[in-house]
């Protein structure tokens, strides 16, 4: 079985979390796995809130499992620019330990950083990159 | 909630480490109490192997009597019954007893022991001081019987014997002996621990190793390890316990991962059996014997094993005091079974798993609530939740699984499903089968009707999503109230669904998610249907009909839906107004023309481009856009104003701020920032103060910012009722097809009046249905005007020369104004600037676009005063052009006739000439007045022109012979030929002027002059005043055929006769043949009257002398200006001359040439001397620069006269003291020039040759 894959992001300037990205394998339950990812931002907003102002810059990007749930465990991961990165694994894959999906994120933020790189990308647009959508295929593939 | 008598006696708290007691057993009796008291008062450090961290432990133990049976047998692993510490209690103080039965027993006793293999062991003797008393004398010491004991028994461990002394009495002696004794008691004990259980766990170790055998069992080598954790826990150790169980727990799992990748192990078969008893968790008993039992037997099903482990972490981590760690726990493990049933196959009935997570979510619940108060469960509601959701969710399921949603309860086969179920639940535990409000009645009452599960299952849900949002999970609270509403739905009450749904949808659309968007949107569009809210749902169409998410399918029966209601036509009264964002955007607008700025009556269109959103091509019956119109005043005025802000011509682009159907991030990404780039110039020099960038909609951004607030979208709720406004003035279009996608629909917009007209909305009609963009943003406007007629005049060429027809433009900028067949431009004529008749006149007519329209020939006709053009027909905003020639005749002088009145009764302005700055050339305003049609009054227009031609005469004498020339100088950039050059003479027939100019024809070039010379003869008299008139033709130099022009110079002359003839002559010094230079030299001038003196003349500035004689005063004044001469002594004086003909005056004087060579002979200058008493005849004057010149000369000559009369008069001036201006004009003796050739000096231009001095070596020495 297939991971579902997403990464999600609000933008920067404004506090709101509209996805930025979104890509899951297979399609058919998508919906789903969308209300999954949505629901996982109140974790995502309690993990980040929990870590005291102060410890902010020493912050551990990486936030772990946010919760489980029968079909899928929730992955999070938050930059320091508060970009949220959301990976949804299928439950039944064990494959993938903390270690893997934590470097899945530090390549997914530095695919990221290029797109933000980009001077054509205007901030807060869903991300079309090719490179984007390459790394993030490439992962999916590998981890299938 | 349970009582806390409930609380089940927890097993364990019994268990203690066995120690058996032999020998004296009347004897252990007496101390087992203070012994047992004793004994876990002081805690022991436990050094523990494998480097595992020593622990502080309180012993305790359960002493039994010695028995043979409780000695493990070889192989038995059984650690809870082992006897850890094997005592032999005697009080035996007499040799003889010792020797006869107790050595023997315990020998006995020892060899029990040995045989067990069994080393952990001691021997108490108990020594009272009661005893020896009772007793014989004793024969030994004392201290032999324990010696004995020693060396019989303890050959090399001498504190396996403890002696306790007056155990039952209150001395220190005593204090001493039982501390002593318990210290050991405990060493051994801890000692037998390490041992036993360091046996224990390698023994465990192996059988672990031994997994890949193939008869190794799961199911025993948990019992082996459950044996240790049981022990751990026995000691109190719970972590140790909880570590057993964690390692049985992964090793189970790490099993069942590796059935799923293909690894079987026999062993797993049994769990692998189809579920047949879902009872859920059970965490009451501190050990499940029933299903430790099964597991034993190897028996039991997943869920038992997975059951039974889940209670003893339980049990250990409620002992740990860490309950939120239970929740957690649960919670994966209830994902974790069905993750595994699902992994290993096993069948299961449906909703049988449900049935055992719901149990086991409150069966957790309801423990920790057991072992929490009230404001600890509160506080941690974010634990605990993920448990009631999961019950909500797997309640909910149950309940569709068995009909208990449906709207008509459940069918048989529901009811059968349900038996089926509860079946599998067994019967309820004895534990809670007092409780009211068990997980197992719970459910059981859930399933048994309808109503009982509504009321279960909204209880739960309302617990979850209360305590969803007491922690701020909002988006989680949410979702369970969407299941809510889908619970709703399927009940049939739509109503509260809506609440639910619109709460989600909001939510969803703020943060822009566009599946769940469409998701819930179409669940609310099935609530409205229901609720017969057309109008919303209407509106909720209309957005899921352009919604990409959906399959066409469903976007087109959403539009259908639409187009259904559109066309019944049942109540016309009232029309579904509807947004029209949802429906099609308005992407683009554009005008024709691009300036969005017509005059009134022509022609503009709009063009607007619509994205259309629905699936299906949709039939518009109208599209109709509203114009608010405001009259611009300043507008008439035409097109100066630039009032439309477009960023490409004519066309604006709408950005579309918030699409429902497209990606929904874009949505969210609210407004972006639209900036204006603003400049400061100084007002004075209009150089740059400052520059900065202002954001101009600054309200809608902040405003975002400020609450957070969802974009005001109109696709997540009912949207405001948007109401077309009846405006007066529409833009309309019949009958549109609508296609998806982008569609073109052309206006033509009304442009009547004019001003500005700005489009605020746009509504879209389909039959019922009124779609309605209620505001046009960025607003677009377009304007209207009006322009009088406006006639212009400007030369074809710059200059207009006058004297020379030229080509001149009208320009008729016809504006509102028609021309008619008939209309006629009426030109005053003006002698000074006739208009030359042409026959072949055209004139062009050009749109406004400057695109030629027609020509026609210009009929002109000329009467004496008036000009009349006939204008051909034109339409009003037109231009006519056409050309007339004019001819601008060159004034000819001073003449300057009496003003005339026009045709029109204006007085006539005469041409004015005057010097132009920028042009050599003398210009001449010439004004027409033109009657136009349209207006009452004449329209004046002025052109310039220019004089090529500028013209200078003066008077040449010869003694009495005179000459007159004129000097024509071209000023023009043009050149001409000048013929027939004449001079002549007005008012006197005799005289005649005699042409010095031979070529009749002239070459006046660019810059160039001409001059002509004419001898004027008389026969009686030389008249003292002539009128001249120079006339000559001229045309252009490069036409050929041309015709010449005329050209007219008039100039008097006066005074003309010479009266005074002066001769001067130089002597050389006496003895000398020339003059030299240094040497005073004889100046002698001779002034000669030439002619009778007239009537004018006597009367004017003749003074009767005594004699008789008539006089008049001369001064003369002997000037060198090139300082050839040093006039010696005066150079200046006074003559009187009497008015006679060949009267003479000769002067003498001494001058000094300075240089050597032809000098010229100094300048003699000869005025007229007017005394004071003759000032009041001539005519004041103040202002004339002779006088004050020859005052200034008199001032300066004055002073070494002395002897003037002029000078006691000026005296007198000051004595007398009256005003200045009256002294000037009455009394002062003036000078005055003499007229060009009334004195011809003969000398004039006669040069006397000065030879330089014989010794004119000189050295000039400026000594300073």
């Known amino acids: 079985m297939l991971p579902f894959t997403v990464y999600f992001s609000p933008d920067v300037f404004f506090p709101q979390n509209y996805p930025l990205y979104i890509r899951s394998v297979p399609s058919q339950n998508e919906l789903k796995f969308h209300y999954t990812v949505h629901t996982s931002l109140d974790v995502v907003e309690e993990k980040v809130s929990a870590v005291g102002k102060s410890l902010a810059d020493q912050r551990e990007l990486y936030l772990g499992l946010l919760y489980p749930t029968e079909d899928y465990k929730v992955y999070g991961y938050v930059t320091n620019s508060k970009v949220k990165f959301v990976i949804v694994v299928d439950s039944s894959n064990t494959s993938l330990r903390d270690n893997e999906i934590r470097s899945m994120f530090r390549k997914l933020h530095n695919s990221f950083t290029d797109v933000m790189c980009n001077p054509f990308y205007n901030p807060g647009d869903p991300i079309l990159s090719k490179a984007f959508n390459g790394i993030v295929s490439g992962m999916m593939v590998q981890t299938s | 909630m349970e009582s806390q008598e409930e609380t089940p006696i927890i097993y364990t708290m019994e268990n203690k480490p066995i120690v058996t007691c032999a020998g004296d057993q009347s004897l252990f009796t007496s101390l087992y109490t203070s012994l047992a008291q004793q004994l876990p008062r002081e805690p022991m450090e436990w050094r523990r192997t494998y480097g595992r961290a020593p622990k502080m432990i309180h012993l305790?133990?359960?002493?039994?009597?010695?028995?043979?049976?409780?000695?493990?047998?070889?192989?038995?692993?059984?650690?809870?019954?082992?006897?850890?510490?094997?005592?032999?209690?005697?009080?035996?103080?007499?040799?003889?007893?010792?020797?006869?039965?107790?050595?023997?027993?315990?020998?006995?006793?020892?060899?029990?022991?040995?045989?067990?293999?069994?080393?952990?062991?001691?021997?108490?003797?108990?020594?009272?001081?009661?005893?020896?008393?009772?007793?014989?004398?004793?024969?030994?010491?004392?201290?032999?019987?324990?010696?004995?004991?020693?060396?019989?028994?303890?050959?090399?461990?001498?504190?396996?014997?403890?002696?306790?002394?007056?155990?039952?009495?209150?001395?220190?002696?005593?204090?001493?002996?039982?501390?002593?004794?318990?210290?050991?008691?405990?060493?051994?004990?801890?000692?037998?621990?390490?041992?036993?259980?360091?046996?224990?766990?390698?023994?465990?170790?192996?059988?672990?190793?031994?997994?890949?055998?193939?008869?190794?069992?799961?199911?025993?080598?948990?019992?082996?390890?459950?044996?240790?954790?049981?022990?751990?826990?026995?000691?109190?150790?719970?972590?140790?316990?909880?570590?057993?169980?964690?390692?049985?727990?992964?090793?189970?799992?790490?099993?069942?991962?590796?059935?799923?990748?293909?690894?079987?192990?026999?062993?797993?078969?049994?769990?692998?059996?189809?579920?047949?008893?879902?009872?859920?968790?059970?965490?009451?008993?501190?050990?499940?014997?029933?299903?430790?039992?099964?597991?034993?037997?190897?028996?039991?099903?997943?869920?038992?094993?997975?059951?039974?482990?889940?209670?003893?972490?339980?049990?250990?981590?409620?002992?740990?005091?860490?309950?939120?760690?239970?929740?957690?726990?649960?919670?994966?493990?209830?994902?974790?079974?069905?993750?595994?049933?699902?992994?290993?196959?096993?069948?299961?009935?449906?909703?049988?798993?449900?049935?055992?997570?719901?149990?086991?979510?409150?069966?957790?619940?309801?423990?920790?609530?057991?072992?929490?108060?009230?404001?600890?469960?509160?506080?941690?509601?974010?634990?605990?939740?993920?448990?009631?959701?999961?019950?909500?969710?797997?309640?909910?399921?149950?309940?569709?699984?068995?009909?208990?949603?449906?709207?008509?309860?459940?069918?048989?086969?529901?009811?059968?499903?349900?038996?089926?179920?509860?079946?599998?639940?067994?019967?309820?535990?004895?534990?809670?089968?007092?409780?009211?409000?068990?997980?197992?009645?719970?459910?059981?009452?859930?399933?048994?009707?309808?109503?009982?599960?509504?009321?279960?299952?909204?209880?739960?849900?309302?617990?979850?999503?209360?305590?969803?949002?007491?922690?701020?999970?909002?988006?989680?609270?949410?979702?369970?109230?969407?299941?809510?509403?889908?619970?709703?739905?399927?009940?049939?009450?739509?109503?509260?669904?809506?609440?639910f749904l619109q709460e989600a949808l909001k939510s969803y659309v703020s943060e822009g998610w566009s599946l769940p968007v469409t998701h819930t949107r179409r669940q609310i569009a099935e609530c409205q249907k229901l609720l017969g809210r057309t109008e919303d749902y209407l509106q909720t169409s209309a957005l899921l009909a352009g919604d990409g998410n959906l399959s066409t399918e469903e976007r087109k029966h959403f539009c259908q839906e639409i187009l259904s209601f559109a066309g019944k036509s049942e109540n016309h009264s009232h029309k579904v107004t509807l947004s029209m964002n949802v429906f099609a955007q308005l992407t683009r607008l554009q005008f024709h023309p691009a300036t969005a700025s017509v005059h009134s009556g022509a022609v503009l269109q709009v063009e607007l481009t619509l994205r259309c959103l629905m699936p299906v091509s949709v039939r518009i019956q109208q599209l109709a856009a509203s114009i608010h119109f405001d009259i611009d005043h300043g507008g008439t005025h035409g097109r100066s104003k630039g009032t439309l802000r477009r960023t490409n011509r004519g066309t604006v682009e709408f950005k579309q701020g918030n699409s429902s159907a497209g990606p929904a991030s874009s949505a969210a990404a609210g407004p972006t920032l639209e900036m204006d780039e603003i400049q400061d110039r100084s007002p004075s020099d209009n150089s740059l103060a400052s520059v900065g960038v202002v954001c101009k909609n600054t309200h809608l951004v902040m405003r975002r910012r400020e609450n957070g607030s969802p974009p005001e979208t109109p696709n997540c709720v009912s949207p405001p009722t948007v109401a077309m406004k009846e405006g007066g003035q529409m833009l309309k279009v019949q009958d549109v097809k609508l296609e998806p996608g982008n569609n073109s629909i052309t206006f033509t917009a009304p442009s009547g009046q004019p001003g500005t007209y700005t489009l605020r909305q746009l509504c879209a009609t389909v039959g019922e249905v009124q779609f309605v963009l209620s505001h046009i943003y960025p607003s677009v406007r377009y304007e209207v005007y009006s322009q009088e007629p406006q006639l212009t005049v400007e030369p074809l060429s710059e200059p207009l020369l006058a004297g020379m027809p030229q080509l001149v433009k009208f320009t008729l900028l016809t504006g509102h104004y028609t021309v008619k067949k008939g209309d006629a431009l009426q030109l005053s004529n003006t002698e000074t600037m006739p208009i030359l008749p042409s026959s072949s006149c055209t004139a062009r007519i050009s749109s406004p676009d400057a695109e030629l329209v027609g020509e026609s020939v210009l009929s002109i006709q000329s009467s004496e005063k008036v000009t009349s053009i006939s204008l051909p027909p034109t339409p009003p905003y037109h231009a006519l052009e056409f050309q007339l020639e004019v001819l601008c005749l060159i004034p000819s002088g001073s003449d300057r006739p009496a003003n005339e009145r026009l045709t029109n009764g204006e007085v006539r302005h005469r041409p004015r000439s005057y010097s132009h700055p920028d042009t050599p050339m003398t210009a001449i305003d010439q004004r027409m007045s033109i009657d136009c049609p349209w207006s009452i009054y004449s329209t004046l227009l002025a052109l310039t022109f220019y004089i090529p031609f500028k013209t200078k005469h003066s008077l040449l004498s010869s003694g009495n012979r005179k000459y007159i020339q004129v000097c024509v100088q071209n000023v023009s950039d043009m050149s001409f030929t000048l013929a027939d050059v004449k001079l002549t003479e007005k008012q006197h027939e005799s005289l005649e002027l005699q042409s010095f100019n031979t070529k009749t024809n002239q070459l006046l070039c660019s810059k160039h002059s001409v001059f002509c010379l004419w001898e004027a003869r008389w026969k009686d008299d030389l008249p003292s005043c002539l009128q001249c008139v120079f006339s000559a033709n001229f045309c252009p130099l490069n036409q050929e055929s041309c015709a010449f022009k005329p050209f007219h110079y008039q100039f008097q002359l006066e005074r003309v006769t010479t009266l005074y003839s002066v001769k001067a002559e130089i002597f050389p010094p006496a003895g000398e043949p020339h003059c030299r230079s240094g040497l005073v030299c004889g100046l002698e001038v001779s002034i000669t009257r030439l002619i009778e003196p007239s009537d004018g003349e006597m009367a004017e500035d003749s003074k009767t002398d005594t004699d008789g004689l008539k006089t008049t005063k001369l001064m003369y004044e002997v000037a060198d200006s090139s300082s050839n001469w040093a006039v010696c002594g005066k150079s200046s004086g006074m003559v009187v001359m009497p008015l006679k003909a060949n009267a003479t005056h000769k002067l003498q004087i001494e001058v000094m040439p300075l240089f050597a060579g032809h000098l010229p002979f100094p300048k003699i200058k000869v005025l007229k001397y007017l005394p004071h008493n003759a000032a009041a005849a001539i005519q004041p004057d103040p202002d004339s620069c002779v006088e004050n010149d020859s005052l200034s000369l008199l001032d300066k000559t004055l002073d070494d006269q002395g002897d003037t009369a002029s000078i006691r008069s000026r005296g007198s001036i000051h004595s007398v003291g009256s005003s200045d201006q009256q002294q000037r004009g009455v009394a002062m003796p003036r000078l005055e020039a003499f007229s060009q050739g009334q004195v011809f000096n003969n000398s004039h231009s006669q040069q006397v040759l000065v030879l330089p001095t014989a010794d004119d070596h000189i050295m000039e020495v400026n000594a300073t």
Request: charged share 25%; aromatic share 10%; proline share 3%.
């Open chain 2, 60 to 499: 305790e133990a359960n002493f039994v009597q010695f028995k043979e049976e409780l000695l493990p047998k070889e192989g038995n692993k059984a650690l809870l019954t082992f006897p850890f510490l094997h005592i032999y209690w005697t009080d035996c103080c007499d040799t003889e007893t010792y020797k006869s039965s107790v050595k023997e027993d315990m020998m006995r006793w020892q060899n029990t022991l040995r045989s067990h293999s069994s080393a952990d062991w001691v021997i108490i003797v108990v020594e009272t001081n009661d005893t020896k008393k009772n007793k014989k004398t004793n024969i030994l010491p004392r201290s032999s019987i324990v010696d004995k004991i020693r060396s019989d028994f303890c050959n090399k461990q001498n504190d396996r014997c403890v002696v306790l002394s007056d155990p039952l009495k209150d001395s220190s002696r005593s204090l001493d002996s039982w501390n002593a004794l318990l210290l050991k008691l405990r060493t051994l004990l801890l000692m037998s621990f390490t041992k036993n259980l360091g046996r224990f766990e390698d023994d465990m170790r192996t059988l672990r190793e031994k997994r890949t055998q193939p008869g190794w069992s799961f199911c025993e080598y948990f019992m082996v390890q459950e044996e240790l954790a049981f022990v751990f826990e026995m000691l109190q150790q719970f972590e140790d316990a909880l570590v057993q169980y964690d390692e049985l727990d992964a090793l189970f799992t790490q099993y069942v991962l590796n059935f799923g990748a293909g690894d079987t192990a026999n062993w797993l078969g049994s769990f692998c059996a189809p579920v047949r008893n879902w009872s859920g968790l059970l965490l009451r008993r501190p050990i499940d014997m029933e299903k430790r039992d099964s597991i034993q037997r190897g028996e039991a099903s997943l869920l038992d094993l997975r059951s039974y482990l889940f209670s003893r972490q339980c049990t250990l981590l409620i002992f740990l005091q860490r309950p939120w760690e239970v929740t957690q726990r649960a919670l994966e493990l209830l994902h974790n079974c069905v993750q595994e049933l699902r992994l290993l196959e096993v069948s299961v009935i449906d909703g049988a798993l449900d049935c055992w997570v719901f149990l086991s979510c409150l069966e957790v619940l309801h423990r920790i609530e057991g072992c929490c108060d009230q404001a600890q469960l509160a506080a941690n509601c974010s634990h605990t939740v993920g448990l009631w959701a999961y019950a909500t969710d797997k309640l909910k399921s149950l309940g569709e699984l068995c009909g208990l949603v449906s709207k008509n309860g459940p069918t048989s086969e529901d009811l059968n499903r349900t038996v089926d179920l509860l079946a599998g639940l067994g019967d309820e535990r004895p534990e809670t089968i007092n409780s009211l409000q068990s997980p197992y009645k719970k459910l059981k009452e859930a399933l048994s009707s309808v109503e009982a599960f509504e009321k279960h299952y909204l209880e739960l849900s309302h617990a979850a999503m209360e305590m969803y949002q007491a922690i701020g999970r909002l988006r989680s609270a949410r979702l369970v109230g969407k299941s809510l509403a889908e619970f709703y739905m399927a009940k049939g009450d739509p109503e509260r669904a809506e609440t």
